[in-house]
């Protein structure tokens, strides 16, 4: 069955309703919205005069108006204790969206927590502990001083790497500067953990490790670089589902056409015509059904290349490119570093295993002498034809009419990130863009594209070290006492997921069983309980989070916190650009911002240590004393940020749903004065500015076991995200629209596997494989390729990380793309399937 | 955490969820408060009963155009041949949607190889087999689909939504 709403009228907003300025807490992009609330008891009128819009709404509005909302838009919360109405839709004025809401973005007000209205009553209320064998509220200072405890007696035996953390690193609701403070601070300031990871992956570090050892941030231009370019070079992402109004507002206006005009003004003197895309990618997305419906067929590349050979194609296309002299060489000359006349430049990459010999780093003529792939080679590892690799470097580096160069804007993400190779590659693609002179400049930009926003201030990790912890193998290996959990939900989103879900049950266990020994009043007898079960290899687990999450189910406290809008939030989008959301509504229950929570853990931490006589050690607890969150905000964002010392809530309140682009370089005439672009000036992120090319040979499979699972097994399982599931569905688990249509985690597979494999539409399958096994709804795909499916990543009823081996690549990032497994059908399609549509999900014009 | 399923609760979160809002009048405050005299409401809005047209106009996978529930809403009202949700007449075939995309408005257009209607502002997809399920888009909404009657002459009157329509803040203005 189709879920339908049966809403068939919305009250109005009233023309004096509160209006608040709203970031979508969800994708990278950072869509403005308005948030408004009124009073339960008032609501507007459809004559001009009644409503916020000054329209008459007893008429049809007409596309794209601004005076309508959607159900999803629409809840009732509490505002200052008291049942309000709230409505958040996309903001018309804001540059990113120009009033366009996605799926996941205009669902905002129908995900918050409303007791009247019956939604997201998952979320945690208060702090909650395991007490007489089940998870029970408590006080925040109970519950706060049962952690504190604990995690003291483990210090005290086992140094601070015995405390291990996992927590998100992001901006958007589970983040913002203010969260990624508060935590940093506590575990890199006050302590100096170096057991900790981030949400998606398995130890502390970053994702695109290369372009920054290059020189060049991964986030590097703006927004309307994708209007201004005159090629789009898109890798391993699928930005029409995953960073959708990025997509819709600024990519698709060059793909018609219609940023000409803009193009024209921008580059007088330069010829200028509709956009080229080159979409790199083994599968066929939604994203090259649209860029084809729009731009035609002529003007779209897709290089669905052999999985995993991406760095191959990345050295075709540098080889060919330089070989046709189309490389801007006053650009390599000014702004990377150059061979010297005592041969070429030699710099061991950060963290080498042998720093003497590794030298990866380098100048241009040694990198294209290291990657020289021929033409043949290219097309023969990657599987693409000679003439497609050339029409892609021609849309690449040709220089246009009148010798101009031509403007190409790099696009990749976890198809890259998540990929094979991920240093070589992403270094590999870099290349290109310093070898094509396009970073700095108007319709460039080598970019990530991004997952969720960014908003990252912490004292410094550089005790982590490189490579880092990797922490889930470590848990696995029985490592670790105490591990504090803030918004990461391991048994969706690691690799090798089954065996590690088997041993932390395990280890928590052991901790639970000891609990239920001792009576909770005795505080004494219930730490000494716990540590005797750490001893023995227990683990002591603590959840800081918005719902019981699935990793929660084996911790021992859960610790509620609040989201983006139930507290004022401050991030930046894949254009660096900053706002504040403001704060509109009250958390649920007791439910507290992160940063507040890790302030008050500081503080239980501090008197713990001092009560033990560790005046010393309790000394580094203090500078916890923040009440709110811009108290978190000042003392993190303005004292530390690069141009910190411009921005304050106010300001940002002042620059409204446009903010500004990061960073900041002062305060002028009442405004935030940002950064378009970074390295216009053409110095980049290196001692002396200049940028560093990376000699990238291709080497196979870098991941240990991948070969072998390649040969063992007969499917690919690709996976990632789907348009209609944000994350891992930790909100939208409890959205009926959501789970009306996706039940389950599809698998997109070929009509002719599945018939070869006895599987209809809709059927349960399970994917088996060295690592695990896992289960997902089997969607008929006739434009996938055979024995090539597609798995939605990080799903609550299917975790796709089961069957993810648990190689890693030297600086411990996952390659949780390339999995091969069997499938076999385990259930016809349960009754929540039958009512599905699995037609294609592909436009066509 | 459990969502309480108290039946009482349930009864009154499901109206409140589909309908409260109509109930409290406009708040005109006044010094001396008088009882409060409010219109009779509604828990939905009225639908009028329309006729959209007899069954032997219709022809298989040929959409008809209609409006319901006024002409400013435009609608197809479809044959297809196989029983589906939401479908009347002796086959249990006969369905009809508007036709105004629920994301931002623009028209929907029918596709019939696959029997779908598809948004050509966004890409979004609706299946008219599957009531009208967004099979892959930006609506935060299935489509809205009319409740159907057929009667002994065999005219197809609609007489209801299921769904807010876009660019109405009332079904019925
Ligand atoms: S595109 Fe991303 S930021 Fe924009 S509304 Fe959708 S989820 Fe939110
Ligand atoms: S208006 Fe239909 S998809 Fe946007």
Same mark, same amino acid.
């Given at each position: ?155 005290? /035996? ?16 589970? #983040?913002?500067? /203010? ?12 302590? $100096? ?98 860029? /084809? ?150 319709? #460039? ?5 991004? #997952? ?39 048994? $969706? ?182 950064? $378009? ?26 991941? !240990? ?74 969607? !008929? ?5 055979? $024995? ?58 | ?36 005299? @409010?219109?009779?409401?509604? @828990? ?8 959209? @047209? ?76 599957? @009531? ?42």
């Amino acid at each position: 069955m189709t879920f339908k709403r049966q809403v068939d009228r919305l009250p109005i907003i009233p023309a004096d309703a509160v209006e608040h300025n709203v970031t979508c807490h969800y994708c990278i992009v950072g869509c403005g919205y308005k948030a408004y609330t009124w009073d339960i008891n008032r609501q507007g009128g459809t004559d001009p005069k009644q409503n916020k819009f000054g329209v008459n709404l007893a008429q049809q509005q007409g596309a794209e108006t601004v005076a309508w909302y959607a159900p999803s838009m629409y809840n009732i919360v509490k505002s200052d204790g008291r049942d309000v109405h709230l409505v958040i839709k996309p903001d018309v004025d804001c540059a990113v969206n120009s009033g366009l809401g996605s799926v996941r973005g205009a669902r905002m007000a129908e995900n918050h927590t409303s007791q009247a209205r019956n939604t997201q009553q998952q979320r945690l209320t208060d702090p909650m502990v395991w007490r007489y064998g089940e998870m029970q509220p408590t006080s925040w200072d109970d519950a706060l001083d049962l952690v504190a405890r604990v995690t003291a007696a483990v210090i005290d /035996e086992q140094g601070e790497d015995g405390l291990f953390v996992s927590m998100f690193d992001h901006g958007g609701s589970a #983040g913002g500067y /203010e969260n990624t403070w508060g935590t940093g601070k506590l575990y890199f300031g006050a302590m $100096k953990v170096k057991n900790v990871r981030i949400h998606n992956r398995p130890a502390y570090n970053s994702e695109v490790h290369a372009t920054r050892d290059m020189g060049v941030g991964e986030l590097n231009n703006c927004y309307e670089d994708a209007e201004l370019a005159d090629t789009i070079m898109v890798v391993g992402a699928n930005p029409l589902e995953a960073q959708t109004n990025y997509f819709l507002n600024h990519w698709i206006p060059n793909l018609r056409g219609t940023s000409l005009d803009k193009k024209k003004a921008e580059f007088p003197g330069e010829p200028v015509e509709q956009g080229r895309i080159v979409i790199v990618d083994p599968r066929r997305t939604p994203t090259v059904a649209a860029c /084809e419906a729009e731009a035609g067929t002529d003007r779209v590349l897709h290089l669905a290349l052999e999985p995993g050979t991406d760095l191959v194609l990345f050295n075709g296309l540098l080889t060919y490119i330089a070989d046709k002299g189309w490389i801007d060489k006053e650009f390599i000359q000014n702004h990377t570093v150059v061979a010297t006349a005592s041969g070429p430049q030699l710099i061991a990459r950060p963290g080498a295993a042998v720093p003497e010999k590794d030298h990866e780093l380098t100048d241009f003529t040694a990198a294209l002498a290291a990657n020289r792939t021929s033409l043949a080679d290219c097309a023969k590892i990657t599987g693409l034809k000679e003439a497609d690799i050339v029409k892609a470097a021609e849309w690449i580096a040709s220089p246009k009419a009148g010798n101009k160069r031509r403007r190409t804007m790099i696009g990749y993400e976890k198809g890259l990130i998540w990929g094979n190779d991920n240093y070589r590659t992403n270094g590999a693609l870099v290349n290109i863009a310093l070898a094509t002179g396009n970073i700095g400049r108007p319709g #460039g930009g080598v970019v990530r594209l991004g #997952g969720h926003q960014e908003g990252y201030v912490r004292p410094s990790d550089a005790h982590v070290g490189r490579p880092a912890a990797y922490v889930d193998k470590l848990l696995i290996e029985g490592r670790g006492g105490v591990h504090h959990i803030w918004a990461c939900d391991h048994y $969706k989103t690691t690799l090798n997921a089954m065996r590690f879900k088997q041993v932390y049950k395990k280890r928590t266990d052991m901790v639970k069983d000891a609990m239920n020994t001792v009576p909770w009043g005795d505080r004494a007898a219930m730490v000494a309980a716990i540590m005797t079960a750490i001893r023995q290899g227990g683990l002591f687990s603590v959840d800081t989070d918005i719902i019981p999450t699935q990793i929660g189910q084996a911790s021992h406290v859960w610790l509620p916190a609040a989201i983006s809008g139930e507290m004022n939030l401050t991030s930046m989008n894949g254009e660096r650009r900053m706002r504040l959301t403001q704060r509109y509504m009250d958390p649920p229950g007791q439910a507290m911002p992160d940063c507040l929570i890790a302030a008050r853990l500081a503080n239980a931490l501090e008197r713990v240590f001092r009560d033990a006589g560790k005046p010393g050690y309790a000394d580094q607890f203090k500078g916890f004393d923040w009440k709110t969150e811009e108290d978190a905000f000042v003392d993190g964002y303005t004292k530390n940020a690069n141009g910190g010392q411009f921005v304050s809530y106010e300001r940002l309140k002042a620059m409204g749903n446009n903010g500004f682009h990061e960073p900041a370089v002062a305060f002028k005439d009442g405004k935030i004065v940002g950064t $378009k672009r970074l390295y216009a000036d053409g110095k980049f992120s290196t001692k002396d500015g200049k940028a560093k090319f990376l000699a990238a040979p291709w080497r196979g499979w870098a991941a !240990p076991g991948k070969a072998d699972q390649k040969a063992k097994y007969a499917y690919l399982i690709n996976n990632g995200r789907t348009n209609i599931v944000w994350q891992n569905a930790f909100m939208d688990q409890d959205n009926d629209f959501v789970m009306g249509r996706m039940p389950y985690p599809i698998i997109e597979m070929h009509p002719d596997d599945m018939k070869d494999l006895e599987v209809s539409a809709g059927d349960l399958v399970e994917v088996y494989n060295d690592a695990g096994a896992t289960q997902a709804m089997a969607y !008929p795909t006739p434009t996938a390729r055979r $024995k090539q499916t597609f798995m939605l990543f990080g799903f609550p009823k299917g975790v796709e990380g089961n069957v993810v081996n648990a190689g890693v690549n030297e600086l411990i990032i996952p390659d949780y793309k390339h999995n091969w497994a069997n499938i076999r059908k385990i259930a016809s399609a349960p009754a929540a399937a039958r009512g599905l549509s699995f037609k294609s999900t592909e436009y066509k014009v | 955490m459990k969502k309480c399923d108290g039946l009482v609760e349930a009864g009154r979160r499901q109206f409140l969820r589909t309908a409260g809002f109509s109930v409290a009048g406009v708040a005109a405050a006044t010094v001396m408060p008088t009882p409060a005299k @409010a219109a009779t409401a509604t @828990a939905r809005v009225a639908y009028p009963s329309s006729r959209l @047209a007899n069954l032997t106009e219709l022809k298989l996978d040929d959409p008809v155009n209609v409006a319901y529930p006024d002409n400013d809403s435009p609608g197809i009202l479809l044959k297809l041949g196989v029983k589906v949700e939401g479908g009347v007449g002796p086959d249990g075939d006969v369905v009809a949607y508007s036709v105004l995309c629920p994301h931002k408005g623009y028209p929907l257009a029918y596709n019939q190889s696959d029997r779908t209607l598809s948004c050509p502002g966004h890409y979004s997809r609706f299946d008219v087999e599957k @009531a009208g399920q967004e099979i892959w888009g930006h609506a935060t909404q299935n489509l809205a689909q009319f409740v159907l009657r057929v009667d002994a002459k065999g005219d197809i009157y609609a007489e209801g939504v299921d769904e807010l329509i876009y660019g109405r803040l009332s079904n019925v203005l």
